[in-house]
């Protein structure tokens, strides 16, 4: 049973430019949150995607998007890349539970992206 | 949202006890206090929940007193590979402010030498 891939692993990209990040969840899994961890941090949430759209959003600009396609696996872009947005992206899948949310979410092994 | 304090970091030797204290004073009635592992260059997984008393697995227990203002994982003989970041959150998950959101604090760095 595989568990939940991202990928690229690494991205190096420059001040400006646009990034895609991938993940694909869990199997059996319909529901995929990703989040952003800088260097000794937490992971903070960004957004969360279920049926195909966002359904909860956390404290981040615009230029954070997101795409859930119907087999479940979702999409990160991030435009106007800053050296503030280095940091580990992680994706996390669950099921819905009883009331729609799940506290046990899987984790990914993260793709690090440097902006330079 | 409930705040979560817990230490830094702590050191421990193998094939001991160990224990982390978080403290949540503002915790809520609806909410449960989930605790989560993290190893470097891997993403956090899920390892405890409880809402009061205690809560055993195959990994850990978690204590809860009675008036749930903090708990504490406990981690039965550890070894060098319980290496990692332990993370307390605390929330009703399915509430409108947190709608499914993990919210992430600092986290305890626990370092199992030999």
């Known amino acids: 049973d595989a568990g939940v891939t991202q990928s690229p692993t690494h991205l190096i990209k420059t001040r400006g430019q646009q990034v895609t990040l991938r993940c694909s969840p869990k199997?059996?899994?319909?529901?995929v949150s990703w989040y952003q961890q800088a260097l000794g941090q937490g992971p903070q949430f960004i957004f969360q995607?279920?049926?195909?759209?966002?359904?909860q959003r956390g404290n981040f600009p615009d230029r954070f998007s997101g795409h859930q396609f119907p087999n479940y696996s979702s999409e990160l872009n991030v435009n106007a890349l800053l050296l503030g947005d280095s940091a580990l992206y992680l994706c996390?899948?669950?099921?819905?539970?009883?009331?729609?949310?799940?506290?046990?979410?899987?984790f990914g092994p993260g793709t690090r992206l440097t902006v330079t | 949202l409930a705040k979560t304090t817990q230490p830094i970091s702590m050191d421990s030797y193998e094939g001991q006890e160990v224990n982390i204290t978080c403290s949540h004073n503002?915790?809520?009635?609806?909410?449960?206090i989930t605790w989560y592992q993290q190893f470097p260059s891997q993403g956090p997984r899920f390892i405890i929940q409880?809402?009061?008393t205690k809560v055993t697995n195959e990994v850990a227990s978690l204590f809860i007193p009675a008036d749930r203002k903090s708990s504490t994982l406990s981690l039965p003989r550890v070894s060098l590979s319980d290496t990692a970041v332990y993370y307390c959150?605390?929330?009703?998950?399915?509430?409108?402010?947190?709608?499914?959101?993990?919210?992430f604090g600092q986290g305890t760095e626990l370092s199992v030498k030999p």
């Open positions: 996390a899948s669950s099921t819905i539970g009883g009331q729609g949310y799940s506290y046990e979410q899987y």
């Open positions: 199997s059996g899994h319909d529901t």
């Open positions: 995607y279920y049926e195909e759209e966002e359904r």
């Open positions: 503002n915790i809520a009635t609806n909410d449960y």
């Open positions: 409880g809402y009061k």
């Open positions: 959150l605390v929330g009703d998950i399915g509430a409108d402010n947190q709608g499914g959101k993990l919210i």
